[in-house]
């Protein structure tokens, strides 16, 4: 039996076997791994810091700050499994700075990217992956839609003819920007001077145009990023059509006043004279909310009265029937600027007034026709609304009902173009 001193004895025999085993070992391993460098030092250049990427249209930007490692002269990035590259040659190893590398010609597929950094002896650092790289491109583009205009209220005119359109808002919840965000929308349209015009929206509901040419067509097309910090924007495939915009503002019919030339009608009772005509009643009116002439002559019939000021370009005349009869369903629209000797000589129903009446200045503005019985709120251009008018003559042909002499009706609206 080993006693307990020979143990400790055959131990340090052991460990003295061991160590020697060692050194022969490591001495060994120093000499025989120098033929796998063919006798060179390994050397690995600094990384880069911070990669990330910002992606485009079918091209992404990578960003990094650069190595400090002052050996380093230039970055090469691989992808698609190694098979494409590209190098950046920089000298910039100041930690704070960005360096800023444009991938082109690239799908539209979410990438995987290896930077190596690279000195001047051809050694390169570790690989450092940027993953989940997202391209965008045509089936993106192929999903947006242009921002919506407010259907109940598309635009609003002021009184000196700035063209508002009113838009929804955009989606600012959060700046998450999990799809798209609208960056601007561009609107085209046609100024007064008939040439093609664009104005901008960016993050604002509405947008002012001051020189649009009332009747013209607008449409509008958005732009947007896919996510924030995108280095290229993406437009809508298609313009979106505006609806169609009349600039056309009621006459103030406060400043409205009753003119009585020779030969114009008068009126059936006191409480039914012309100026029931823009007591501002909606729709139809009952005896006596109407103007009903006396009848004492054969149609045709004349009414006349002064809108309070000169307008450049009326444009439109409004005329509601009574609710029941003797409604006209052929009547003409004269206007002058100025009554001074306007005042004409002839029955209204005299086959020569007509001829007279332009001799002393009047121009027929329309000749406005009706099929139904007269009685419902109808609108008609005028044709002549290049012409300044002040003074506003109905000359009465017939009536729906074929009453001869009486004439009713509700109410008379004029309409001028704000834009002008």
Known sequence: MINLKDMKLIY???????????????????????????????????????????????????????????????????????????????ADHNPADTIKVIIPGLNEYSYSFIVYSYDAKGNKSIPLDINNVKVYGPNYQSGLVNRAYKVANPYTISPNGNLTLNFYPIDTAGETFSFAHNTSTTIRYTNRKGQAAVKYLFRDSSVTITDFQNGSS???????????????????????????????????????????????????????????????????????????????????????????????????????G??????????????????????????????????????????LLKECKRTDDGSAIMKFDLDNTTTPVRYIRIRVIHNADNEPSYTNMSEITMYYNVFN
């Open 218 to 320: 607008l449409d509008y097309r958005s732009t947007f990023v896919p996510v924030k910090g995108a280095i290229d924007t993406f437009n809508v495939n298609s313009f979106t059509t505006y609806p169609q915009i009349l600039g056309f503002a009621v006459c103030d019919k406060t400043a409205f006043k009753k003119v009585k030339l020779p030969y114009d009608m008068n009126p059936y009772e006191s409480d039914t004279d012309i100026d029931r005509l823009w007591d501002g009643s909606v729709g139809p009116q009952g005896f006596p909310d109407i103007f009903h002439s006396d009848g004492t002559s054969p149609l045709p019939q004349t009414l006349t009265f002064d809108m309070g000021k000169l307008y450049s370009n009326v444009t439109q005349i409004e005329e509601t």
């Open 12 to 90: 340090k025999i052991s460990a003295v076997l061991l160590v020697v085993a060692g050194f022969i070992s490591c001495d060994k391993s120093a000499t025989d791994f120098r033929k796998f460098l063919n006798g060179k030092e390994l050397v690995y250049p600094g990384v880069v810091n911070n990669p990330h990427s910002d992606p485009g249209n079918l091209r992404t930007e990578l960003l990094w700050n650069p190595s400090p490692d002052p050996s380093i002269t230039k970055y090469v990035i691989k992808w698609n499994n190694n098979a494409d590259s590209l190098t950046y040659n920089s």
């Open 322 to 363: 009574r609710n029941c009869c003797h409604n006209p369903n052929d009547f003409e629209v004269w206007g002058i600027a100025d009554i001074t000797n306007a005042a004409t000589t002839k029955q209204p129903n005299d086959p020569g007034w007509a001829a007279e009446a332009v001799q002393k200045g009047w121009v």
